[in-house]
Every structure is written in structure tokens, then in C-alpha cells.
């Protein structure tokens, strides 16, 4: 049976409160991204790369899963087809909200990644720092959060491409198009044959793209449009 892939990007998470880092003028909660954000930043500055992904992690518990986030978990349990949501975003509110098949292509706050050996470790939710030592390797100073920075290749593009090229409905949710590759998600999925809907509040640099655009918040629209899903009456 061929299924459902959701692309969710960070208007999603914004609307549980959780910004989006990258302003207009290229600044991070006003730091650059290459201090903050590059393999390199962290070689210069590992104190620095903590403390911003710390301050993130920690705000991330003080926030819960919107509508838009419920809506796709009942997708997930309610429909008759595999639904498998592709996230751009590091927080865990997917998670939350009871979706189980989950992948997070740009990594995880809840994460950490040893940059010597490779070894990763889920369930990170205490501080970190320059001074941690690796439990696997026994290296001091390599852990970093389990983040792809710029530069680095997403996560599971290997599991990713082969539910684009087989999926019957592809949705994307709170993503500009900005960012390569999970801009080009919509044309590997439309190419196959998959019915395209670009969820929004504003047109996304690929909107040309998709069958079907709806302008509005997630946590507004979402909930209706999994109603659509459900009852069989999206695609036309």
C-alpha cells in the first residue's frame, strides 16, 4: 500500500513557541551561524556551541505539541496507510504528541554525537559541556549535540528517497523551500506520481510545486486537512 510522507520544517514548532533561530539578517539568536552552527564553530568555541544548544534544549521543556502536531500523530494511528513524517526540526514534539515513525533529518537536541568515534547517545536532557567524556571512545571534549550543522549531510537520506519515490500522498508542513535537500522532496515524490500539498502561511520558495497550497497557520488547517485525508476526499 503506498503511502503517506509529511515534510514538517519550523513553522510547525513556532506555533508551540519554539523559534526558528534564523532571522532576516543570517543571525541565530544573535550569534552567526558559523560560530554556532559549523563543525568548524565548534573546534574555535566548544563552550560557546554548548551554551547555545543548551539554552535551546532547555527551552524545549517548557514547551508542549500544538494542534498540527496531534493532528499528524492521528493520521499516523488513524489511517490505513504507512504515514512516516520527515522532520527538519531538532525538538521532539512529533515525539510528544504520539507519532511513532519519526525521522529526524537534521538530528536531535535530545542527542549527542562523539566527534571522534562517531557514537551517539539518545536521551540528553542535562547539560553539556567541553569537558564530557566520550562512554564509548573515553575521549574528553568530543561530545557535541547530535545536530547536522552546515556542511554535514542529513540524516537517513538513504530510508528517506526510496518513501518519496514510493508514497501516494507527500504533505509539507511549515518549511519555507530554502533549504536543499529537503527542498527537492516535492519534486522526487511528484515525480513518482504522489499528490502534492504545501501547507503555509506564506508561499514557500517552491510552491510552484505542489498540486494544491493552503495559506494558514498548521495548528489552524492541519487538523482539517488530516479529516480529508481520513475520509478519503483529498485526492482528487
Known sequence: MRGIVVLTGA????ESG???FRASDGLWENHR???????????RNPSLVHRFYNERRNHLFTVDPNPAHTALARLEKESGSPVWIVTQNIDDLHERAGSDNVIH?????LSSLCSRCGARRDGVRSDMDEHMVCGDCGAVGSLRPDIVWFGEMPYRMGDIMPLLESCEIFLSIGTSGHVYPAAGFVE???SRGAYAVELNPEPSLIHSHFHRRIAGKAGECLPELVDEILKGTLLP
Open 11 to 14: 513553522g510547525i514548532s513556532a
Open 105 to 109: 533529518m537534521h538530528g536531535d537536541l
Open 33 to 43: 551561524v558559523e560560530d554556532v552552527a559549523t563543525p568548524e564553530g565548534f573546534v
Open 188 to 190: 522526487a515524490a511528484v
Open 18 to 20: 519554539i523559534p526558528t
